[in-house]
């Protein structure tokens, strides 16, 4: 697999719990390649990898994969639920932005910001 199809995976096998950056992917492989744990090769003007013979093993005597462990605990249908309700908040306020008057922006504006508030405050078991 090439990087990015690496990001993808991971983001699929922990059903969206962890999606790694490509900041943090592309140093690791090359980190990875000059441990000797993967190689690459050059195909299509894209850098494929895949494990050698020590990284499989070293890939077997280690811990759970890591999207495993991010996706343990996860309540799916809940995460589902909460990103359709942002996705609508923020088209909600995307639409006042645009279309809205500068006093409906101000009062969107606001919304947010106390529904910010609100948030913390509910992890501090405050009302």
Known sequence: MHGYEMIQEIAERSGGAWKPS????YPTLQLLEDEGLIVSE???GKKLFSLTDSGRT???AGPDAPWEEASRGVDFE???EI???GFGLMEAFGQVWKTGSKEQREKALAV????RKKLYLILADED
């Not at 490509?22 to 992917?25: D, E």
């Open 22 to 25: 490509p900041g943090s992917v």
């Open 42 to 44: 050059s195909e299509g």
């Open 58 to 60: 070293a890939a077997d």
């Open 78 to 80: 809940a995460l589902g």
């Open 83 to 85: 990103r359709q309700a």
């Open 112 to 115: 947010i910001n106390e529904t």
